[in-house]
């Protein structure tokens, strides 16, 4: 196994880099291979890898309905859970249906947020696409009827005068009884399975160790995140970062085979017979 650095994207999200802290500042051992991070927020991920260029990167499970020949799911590293989905929020109280037709800022077209949107219903169509942390923003404003946010604008929406239409997340676990699955790490299938494995393992490590050293992140976390309260930034840790980010297990593999099949269904993403892991 020849030694190459492999371009890795995440996003400067706490979680991101609560869990790739270790992997790229020397603490896991790596065989065969270096990493090179690049940051960047998961809809520009998304269509860096839709361009094929990254070997590895955090994906929105949307974005990897379209991915599935050239990449391979990892079991760790990724963002599933409950209660944690995206929120549809407004400056005052609404229903959702009434919002159909309306313009609603979205964090990207390829964001599993959006993909829950369409998947929730018709006539969400008007959309305006937006960095993540400026959707609360523009909602306030009114240059927008109504946002769709992820990422720490879940916890500080309120603080804008703004209220909860919809909590798609909520949906999604009532329709399915299954985890949320946001986003997570995929590898160039390219790479062949041995260097697959070893990457896992590694992000699998880098993983445990920032549960067993959350001081020693904390600088690194707060360098990159764009909500610098403390507070804020372990709720979206202790959110976004669990089990499911140590290995997607059964139910959190369930839980992408059942997006991914109704995304299918609903002609969002083409159809595919490939193993969501490595060949």
């Known amino acids: 196994m020849n030694s190459s650095a492999l371009r890795l994207g995440y996003s400067p999200c706490p979680n991101d880099t609560f869990i790739f802290y270790a992997l790229t500042h020397g603490r896991i051992p790596l065989h065969g291979f270096s990493i090179r991070e690049e940051l960047a927020d998961v809809e520009t991920l998304n269509r860096r890898a839709l361009a094929r260029e990254l070997d590895l990167t955090k994906i929105s499970y949307h974005a990897f309905g379209h991915l599935r020949n050239e990449y391979a799911l990892l079991r760790s590293g990724g963002a599933l859970g409950r209660g944690c989905g995206p929120l549809v929020v407004a400056r005052q109280a609404t229903s959702l249906e009434r919002l159909r037709g309306k313009l609603i800022a979205i964090p990207g077209e390829l964001t599993t947020a959006n993909l829950l949107l369409q998947l929730r219903g018709s006539g969400y169509e008007r959309l305006q696409i937006l960095p993540f942390d400026k959707i609360v923003a523009a909602v306030a404003s009114g240059s927008v009827e ?7 604008s879940r916890f500080t929406f309120a603080e804008h005068g703004l209220v909860a239409v919809e909590d798609l997340g909520a949906w999604w676990e009532e329709l399915t009884g299954l985890p949320i699955p946001l986003g997570g ?16 393992s590694a992000i699998l490590a880098s993983v445990r160790y920032a549960f067993d050293h959350p001081e020693e992140t904390r600088p690194y976390i707060r360098s990159h995140a764009q909500e610098l309260d403390d ?12 089990h499911f980010s140590l290995d997607l297990g059964e139910e959190g593999l369930a839980a992408v085979h059942e997006l991914l099949h109704r995304a299918a269904a609903a002609g969002i993403i083409p159809p595919s017979s490939l193993p969501l892991g490595p060949l």
Not at 146 to 152: F, P, R, S, T, Y
Not at 231 to 242: C, E, F, S, T
Request: proline letters at 0%; aromatic letters at 2%.
């Open 146 to 152: 109504a946002g769709l946010i992820i990422h720490e």
């Open 185 to 200: 790490i995929l590898a160039r299938r390219s790479l062949g399975r041995e260097i697959i494995e070893e990457v896992e």
């Open 231 to 242: 507070a804020v930034i372990q709720q979206h840790i202790d959110l976004y970062v669990n």
